[in-house]
């Protein structure tokens, strides 16, 4: 069984960071590519990254240059680094894989 716990999410202020974690088990973890999604409140889900198998990175415009994830196969673990934090920034943060995706975890931009 997919298994995807997201960790990190917190509030924080306006140009702050937060580093958001996604453990995964129940697959291969490094044989598949995993994507980090948004859904703020009262919107659709957003594409936020994807981290390939080669480590290949791709970042949605919205956050490009503020946001990097990372992959560690050994750890089973992916990340998302959050610099310069907006407040359009305010969702909850998925990861997903395999057609599984996790619980969430909150990130609240607010002074």
């Known amino acids: 069984e997919v298994r995807l716990v997201e960790s990190g999410g917190g509030l924080v202020q306006p140009g702050g960071s937060l580093r958001l974690s996604c453990s995964a088990s129940g697959f291969t973890f490094g044989a598949y590519e995993i994507n980090w999604v948004r859904q703020a409140p009262g919107k659709g889900p957003e594409w936020v990254s994807v981290i390939a198998v080669d480590g290949t990175t791709y970042i949605s415009d919205s956050v490009k240059g503020r946001f990097t994830i990372s992959r560690d196969n050994a750890q089973h673990t992916i990340f998302l680094q959050m610099n310069n934090l907006k407040s359009d920034d305010t969702a909850i943060y998925y990861c997903?894989?395999?057609?599984?995706w996790g619980q969430g975890t909150q990130v609240t931009v607010s002074a």
């Open positions: 997903h894989a395999l057609d599984s």
